[in-house]
C-alpha cells in the first residue's frame, strides 16, 4: 500500500543502499578522508534511480511570458500585488487558526488523560495496587499514539516527525514528493494531537511549521489536486518562483504561531530560504508571521475567556522573565549521534508501517511506564504553594500538603514541565530528581525522535536543556559562597534549554531572536546568543545538526550558503556535467521524445543551440506540455486555425506534468519538427569554463537557479552545471571533501 | 576653504543645477509626465561632471587573488572569519561607547543649561522681567547650537543631517565622498552633542547609525588615513566587498545602540544593504548589534550607579507599555513635502558656511522664544504628582504644587518629552495644549532639518506623532460614550508617532521591529505594522520618504531592489551604454594612459578582449596601480630580478588610488607594452543583448555588480551596464519614468 508511489518506492530503495554503503564502511573512514567518486561505484547505480527535482526559482523569460508582462498594466501589477498580501493574509490566518486547534485538543486530550490517571492513582495509593493505574496510564498512552501512528504510518508517510528537514529542503530548493499537499497537512494535524495527547516526549512546535508551509502551496495556488477542485484564482502564481516566496510565508507564520515570534520567524525563512533579500517579500513574510500570532492569540483569548488579552503569544511562551553562564552542546552531539545511529538502524530494520506503529506504541507504553516509576520511587516532596500553581499535584505517598516534585516533570505535558523548570521558586527541585529527570528524558526524547508519529523535538530539548540547566543553577549556587547572587536556577534553566536546542537543531540567528521574543525580554539576547553560538562551535566539531543529519540522511542535495572557503582550485570545468544533450532551435519530434524518454540521463533542462553556439534553454516541463498539446510545425501549417499555445497551459499542467510515457506520439507525428524558439528561455545565465567554484556557486545560490550553461570563448555550450554538481562539495573536518549525491 | 575639496565642489556645482532645471519647470509637468532624456539636455553638460564612485561588491578574481586563495590554507580560513568576528565585536563595543558618551554629556550639558534657565526664571517670575529669563535661555541654545554649527560647516561638511542617506547610499554601493571618514566621526560626535544640548529640535539617534558605520569602516581597514597611521593588521579585507560587510555591521551597531534594537539593526542593514543574503555575515552583524547594546547599557548602569541593571537598553527607550487605530501618513508628506521646497532653498541660497552657522544659531534662537512664548502664554497647569516624575517642573504662574503643562513638552530634552506623551496618566495634558504644541514643533522640525549641524530626525518624528496621537485619543475618549475603555491616550501617541515616523521615513520593516525592540511588547506588533503600512501607502501617494528625497536631490545613481514592474518590454541593449573602450590583452601604454585620462568618459571597467571576444575586464584602480608600478612587458624583460606584483601592492593603495594625473609616463614608456592576463577578471558577468531589464537588474543587483558586460552571440562585447544606466529607470505614478542621474 504505501509502494504505490513510485517516487517514494524509488526514495527508499536509494537510501537503504546508501545506508548498507554507509553501515559498510568503518565510520572512521568515511568522516576522515575524501570520498573519491570511484570509492562509491557500487552505489552510483542506486543513485540513479532516486529523483529529487528541483524548484525553479529563474523565471523561464520565454516570448510567451515577455508578451503576457508587456501586455500587463501598471493596474495589473498592482492587482497581482495586493493578491499576493491579500494571500499572505490568509496564510497567516489560517495557520494561526490551526495552531489554535491543535492546542485546544491537545490541552482538553491531555487534561481529560491526566485528570483520568490522577483519580485512578489517587484511588489506589490508599487501597495499594499501583500497577492498576500503570497499566492504565500505558493503555491509554499507547491507545492515543497507536491512532497517531497508523494515519501517519498508513496513510501519509510524509507528514511523520516534525518536518522542518522537509521544509527546509524545500525553501532550499529541493522539491520533496508529498510535502506540501493537504493530506499531508490534514494527517499532521491530527498525528501531532494523538502523539502529544500521548503522553510521548515530543513537542507540537515543529508541525506548526510544516503545517504552515503546506497551508501557503495551498492557498498560493488558488486549487487543491487533491480534492480536485480549481478555484480559478490566483493563477498567475502557478509557478515555481511564486509558491516557493508563499511557502516561506507559511514557514514563517507557522513559527510565529508556535512560539509567538514574528521576526524569528522571517528569520527563520530568511535564513533557510531566501537567498536573493527581497524587500516587498520580506514584508509579506512578515504580515503573514503578525497575523498568524494576532490569529492564534485572538482565538486562545476567547477559549480561555479573556477576549482581547493578547499578552501571551505562542504555543509556547516562556513566561517573562524579570531580569551568565557559558555552557556547550556536548549533549546535543550526543543526542544527534545517537540519534544518527538510531535513524539509521529505523531505515534498515523499521520500514514496515505495522513494526512503525508498534514501535511507536512500544514507546509511549515504556515513556509511561519510565516515568511512573521514577515519580513512584521519588522521594521529592515539595509544599504545596498557596497559589496551587501545580496543574496535576499528584500527592502520592507525600503528606498531606504537599505533591510530588518529580510528578511535576513527568506529570504533565512537556510545555507546562518547561515552564515550571523556569519559573517555579528556587528549591522546588532537589539535585537528584532532576539529574534522574534529565538522564531519562534525554534516551527517551532520542528514541521517540524519528518515530513514525509527527511531532517536534524543539520542546524535548528545551525540557533537557532546562532540567540540567537548573541542575548546574542549583549546584552553581551551593559551591559559591555568596550563594544568593546566583540563586536563580531559572535563568540557567532558560540559558540551559538554549545550549540543548541550539546544539541539536543548530539553528544560531533565528533561534536567538525566537529566544529572545519567547522570553519577552530583550536583554537575555547577548547571553543567549553567546551560549548557542558555543553549542553550535561545540555541537559541529563532533557531528552535524539533526536536521542536517536526517537531510544528509535522505541524500538530498542540499546547498549551503556559501561555497567551501578552499574550494578556489576549482573551475566550473571540473564541476560541470559533460556532455550535455542540446535541442536545436527547430527540432525532430523524434529526437526530442528519445532523449526525454532516456532514462539512465533524466535531464530536466536542454541548451538550446544554433547552430552551435547558445541560443536558449528549455526545460523538460515545457517540452512536455508542448508535445502533449502537439505544437507541431507541420500541424500549424495545416491546421492554421489551431489554438496558439498560451501561458495558461503550462500554469494549468503545474506542478504535476504527466511523464513522458503517458504521451502518445505517432510515428508519423515522430518525423515532425517542433519549433522551440518561442518557448525557451532566450536568455540563460552563462558562465565561462574558468569560472572558479565559489563564484559559480555565489551565482547559482544568488538567483536561485536550476541549471547553469557552462560555455566556452565563442558561447559554444561545454557543460551544464546542476544542483548536485555543487552540493556535492563541502567542508569536511580536514578540508575539501566531495560526496556523491542523489541525481537532481 | 570648503572647496578645497575637488569632489565636493563638483557636487555642490551638480545639485544647483539640478535644482535650477527643478525650479525652472512647474511641479506639475516634472511630476506627471515622462522625462525624456532631450528634455533635460541643458543639464546634461553639468550631471557628466559630477562624480560619485561606485563600490565593487564582485571580487575581482584574477590570477594573484586565486593564487592568494589557493595557497591558504584551511587553517588560514579560520583565522580570517575568527578576526571578523573579532572586528564586529570591537565594532560593536566602540559603537556602544560612543552611544554611551554621547548620552552622558547630553544629558549633562543639557540638564545644566535647564538648572540655570529655572533657576532663572523662578527668580524673575516673582519680581517682573521674564524677558531676560528668555534672553538667557536664548543666547545659551544659540551658544551651543553655534558651536556644533561652526564645526560642521568649516571642518567636515560631510557629517551634516544625520548622515542615514549617505549610509544608505553606502551600503546601496555608492562611494559617498569623506562618508566614513575618522575626521567626520569626530564632528559628528561633537556636533551632535551641541545641538541636542542647544535645544534644537533633533535627536541624537540618527547620528549613531553614522558614527557606528564610520567606526566599522576604521576598525576593520586596521589603518587611518587621516591619523597616517596603518597598524598592518586585517590587510586581507582592504577591498570593498569586506569593507562594505563590516560597515553594514557598524550601521546596525549604531541603530541597536541607539534604539536598544538588535534585530532592528540587523533588519535596517538587511534593508538597506545586503542584496545576497549571507547567514555568517548576519551573524556577524546581529553579533556587532548585541555587543553594542551590552555596552551601552552596561556602562550606563554604571554611570547611574546600578551596576548589573540591564533592563533598559538603547539611547531612548519607550519603557514598557502594559497592554485601534489606523491614522495615516499625510502628516508626514507634508512634512517632506515642506523639507524638500526648503532644503531647494537652501541649497539654493545658503550655501556659505558663514550663513548656514547664523541660520542654525537663528534656528536655536527661535526655537527657545517659540517655546517660551507657548509656555508663558499657556495656562494649563496640572497638579504635582507624589512621585514627582517631571524632571524641570516649572511652576510659573500655575499655583503652588503645579506645574505648567506645556512646559514638560517644550522645557525639556525631546527624549524625555516623548516619554512623558507616552506614559503620562489621562488627563496630563489639554487638547489645547497638545494642538498647539503639535503645530509649532512641527514647523520647528520641519525647518531644523537639513541644516547645517548633526542631528536626526527620530526623535522630532516621534514627539509630534505622539503629540497629535495622544490629541486624538483624547478626542476619540471624549466622544466615545463608553470613554473608559478607549482611555488609554499613551497608546495612541504611540500609535500616532508610529503613524508619524512612518511618514517621513518610510522604513517599514525595521521600523516596526525597531518600535517593537523599543517598546519591550510584541503584542503592539500587528497595529504599529498596519499603522506604518498605512502611513507608507498614503505618504507615497503624495511624495517620496525624506531620506529618499535628499538622496534624489544629491542625484545619486541609487539601485532599488527589484526593477519596475512594468519594464519588461526594456532590453539591455536598450539600456547599456555603448560604444565601449575595449583594451586588448596586451596593450600598448599610451592607450591606456590616453584612455584614462580622457575625463569626458572616465569610464572605471574596461572589458579585454582577443581578439573580438570578451576575456576578461580590468578596473581602473588596477590599470592606475599597474601604471605605478610600471609593470611593462619590456621592462620585465630587461629586469629580470623585478619584483612580481602582489595582491598587497593592490590593498595598500586602496581605497584612495591616486588619479592618473600624479602618474608620470615617459614618451619611451607610452610606447611599451602591459600585459593584463595576470590582473584582469578572467571570467565577468556576461548577459545577451536580448536580456530583459528586470534579469539584468536582478543580476546586478543580487550580487552586487559594477559592471555588466552585455555580449552578442559570439562572445563580443557590444555594450557595458553600469549602475547608472539601471538607476535612472524609476516607477512613476503614470508607469515607467526615466531621469537623468550623475554619471557613475
Same mark, same amino acid.
Given at each position: ?30 568522516? $576522515? ?55 499572505? $493574509? ?22 481529560? &488523560? ?48 516534525? =518536518? ?7 525553501? !532550499? =530548493? ?8 493537504? &493530506? ?18 515530543? =513537542?507540537?512546535e ?43 510565508? $507559511?514557514?514563517?507564520?507557522?513559527v510565529?504561531?508556535a512560539f509567538g515570534a514574528?521576526v524569528g520567524g522571517?528569520l527563520f525563512?530568511?535564513?533557510? =530560504? ?40 505562542g504555543?509556547i511562551n516562556f513566561g517573562?522573565f ?6 556547550? $552542546? ?88 518547561v515552564?515550571?523548570?523556569f ?10 530528581? #532532576?539529574? +534522574? ?21 524543539f520542546i524535548?530539548s528545551l525540557?533537557?536543556g532546562a532540567?540540567?540547566g537548573? #541542575? ?19 535563568k540557567?534553566a532558560l540559558m540551559g534549554a538554549a545550549a540543548q536546542l541550539g546544539?541539536?537543531v543548530?539553528m544560531t540567528l533565528s533561534l536567538t531572536v525566537i529566544m529572545v521574543e519567547a522570553t519577552g525580554n530583550v536583554t537575555y539576547g547577548l547571553p543567549i546568543m553567546l551560549v548557542l553560538l558555543?553549542a ?67 535531464? !530536466? ?34 491546421? +492554421? ?91 569536511? &573536518? ?11
Amino acid at each position: 500500500m504505501i509502494f504505490k508511489n513510485k517516487e517514494l518506492y524509488n526514495y527508499m530503495k536509494c537510501v537503504f543502499c546508501l545506508v548498507g554503503v554507509l553501515l559498510s564502511k568503518s565510520p572512521k573512514s568515511s568522516q $576522515g578522508h575524501h570520498v573519491s567518486m570511484s570509492s562509491i561505484d557500487g552505489v552510483k547505480v542506486c543513485v540513479c534511480v532516486c529523483v529529487f527535482q528541483s524548484l525553479d526559482y529563474d523565471n523561464s523569460e520565454n516570448q510567451l511570458f515577455l508578451e503576457e508582462e508587456r501586455r500587463m498594466s501598471f493596474l495589473g501589477f498592482k492587482c497581482l500585488e495586493i493578491s499576493r498580501w491579500v494571500i499572505c $493574509g490568509l496564510i497567516g490566518f489560517l495557520t494561526g487558526l490551526i495552531a489554535c486547534c491543535i492546542d485546544i485538543a491537545v490541552e482538553n486530550l491531555a487534561g481529560l &488523560k491526566y485528570y483520568v490517571v490522577k483519580q485512578n492513582i489517587e484511588k489506589f495509593t490508599e487501597v495499594g495496587g499501583l500497577s492498576i493505574s500503570l497499566i492504565l496510564w500505558a493503555v491509554l498512552n499507547s491507545a492515543f499514539v497507536m491512532v497517531g501512528a497508523v494515519i501517519v504510518a498508513f496513510f501519509e508517510p510524509g507528514a511523520a516527525g516534525s =518536518g522542518i528537514p522537509q521544509i527546509k529542503c524545500y525553501l !532550499n =530548493g529541493v522539491k520533496i514528493p508529498r510535502v506540501v499537499r493537504l &493530506k499531508t497537512l490534514v494527517v499532521k494535524v491530527c498525528g501531532v494531537i494523538c502523539s502529544v495527547a500521548g503522553g510521548l516526549a515530543v =513537542g507540537k512546535e515543529g508541525p506548526m511549521i510544516h503545517s504552515g508551509a503546506v497551508v501557503a502551496a495551498g492557498v498560493s495556488q488558488g486549487r487543491s489536486t487533491s480534492l480536485k477542485k480549481d478555484f480559478k484564482i490566483f493563477e498567475y502564481f502557478r509557478r515555481d518562483t511564486e509558491k516557493r516566496d508563499f511557502v516561506s510565508a $507559511g514557514a514563517a507564520a507557522g513559527v510565529s504561531a508556535a512560539f509567538g515570534a514574528p521576526v524569528g520567524g522571517v528569520l527563520f525563512s530568511l535564513e533557510e =530560504g531566501a537567498s536573493f533579500w527581497n524587500q516587498m517579500l520580506t514584508w509579506r513574510i512578515f504580515f503573514a508571521s503578525m497575523i498568524s500570532t494576532f490569529t492564534l492569540n485572538f482565538f486562545l483569548s476567547i477559549y480561555n475567556n479573556k477576549p482581547g488579552d493578547l499578552s501571551s503569544p505562542g504555543l509556547i511562551n516562556f513566561g517573562r522573565f524579570e531580569s551568565d553562564v557559558s555552557v556547550c $552542546g556536548l549533549l546535543g552531539a550526543l543526542f544527534n549521534t545517537l540519534n544518527y545511529w538510531l535513524t539509521i538502524f529505523r531505515i534498515r530494520y523499521v520500514h514496515r508501517p505495522c513494526l512503525q506503529v508498534m514501535e511507536a506504541m512500544l514507546v509511549a507504553a515504556v515513556t509511561a511506564t519510565v516515568s511512573f516509576a521514577m515519580i513512584y520511587f521519588s522521594n521529592d516532596c515539595q509544599p504545596l504553594g498557596p497559589d496551587q500553581s501545580e496543574d496535576y499535584p499528584l500527592q502520592l505517598f507525600c503528606a498531606d500538603g504537599e505533591y510530588n516534585s518529580m510528578a511535576t516533570a513527568f506529570f504533565n505535558t512537556p510545555e507546562r514541565s518547561v515552564r515550571s523548570l523556569f519559573h517555579n521558586p528556587p528549591g522546588s527541585y532537589n539535585p537528584l530528581t #532532576l539529574s +534522574l529527570f534529565t538522564l531519562t528524558y534525554f534516551f527517551l526524547a532520542c528514541w521517540t525522535y524519528g518515530l513514525t508519529v509527527s511531532a517536534g523535538v524543539f520542546i524535548p530539548s528545551l525540557l533537557i536543556g532546562a532540567a540540567w540547566g537548573r #541542575l548546574f543553577g542549583i549546584l552553581l549556587a551551593a559551591i559559591t559562597p555568596n550563594g544568593s547572587v546566583w540563586a536563580v536556577p531559572g535563568k540557567y534553566a532558560l540559558m540551559g534549554a538554549a545550549a540543548q536546542l541550539g546544539g541539536i537543531v543548530r539553528m544560531t540567528l533565528s533561534l536567538t531572536v525566537i529566544m529572545v521574543e519567547a522570553t519577552g525580554n530583550v536583554t537575555y539576547g547577548l547571553p543567549i546568543m553567546l551560549v548557542l553560538l558555543t553549542a553550535k562551535i561545540v555541537g559541529d566539531y563532533f557531528v552535524e545538526g539533526l536536521y542536517d543529519i536526517h537531510i544528509k540522511l535522505q541524500s538530498v542535495p542540499f546547498l549551503h550558503l556559501e561555497a567551501p572557503a578552499t574550494s578556489h582550485w576549482l573551475t566550473a570545468r571540473e564541476v560541470m556535467g559533460a556532455p550535455v544533450t542540446c535541442f536545436n532551435r527547430i527540432e525532430k519530434v523524434g529526437t526530442i521524445v528519445d532523449v526525454l524518454s532516456n532514462t539512465s540521463t533524466n535531464h !530536466n533542462g536542454f541548451p538550446v543551440v544554433v547552430p552551435v553556439a547558445i541560443c536558449g534553454l528549455i526545460l523538460r516541463s515545457q517540452l512536455i506540455v508542448l508535445l502533449k498539446h502537439k505544437v507541431f510545425v507541420e500541424l500549424a501549417r495545416s491546421r +492554421l486555425t489551431q489554438r496558439k499555445l498560451q501561458l495558461k497551459d503550462f500554469r494549468d499542467a503545474y506542478p504535476r506534468f504527466p511523464p513522458i510515457q503517458s504521451i502518445h506520439v505517432s510515428q508519423d507525428e515522430r518525423e515532425c519538427m517542433m519549433d522551440l524558439t518561442e518557448f525557451m528561455n532566450p536568455t540563460p545565465y552563462t558562465v565561462p569554463q574558468e569560472t572558479s567554484l565559489p563564484r559559480v556557486f555565489k551565482l547559482f545560490r544568488a538567483l536561485g537557479l536550476r541549471h547553469l550553461v557552462v560555455v566556452d570563448s565563442e558561447n559554444r555550450v561545454v557543460g551544464l552545471v546542476t544542483r548536485k554538481d555543487l552540493a556535492r562539495y563541502h567542508l569536511g &573536518k580536514h578540508g575539501l571533501e566531495e560526496m556523491q549525491l542523489a541525481q537532481t
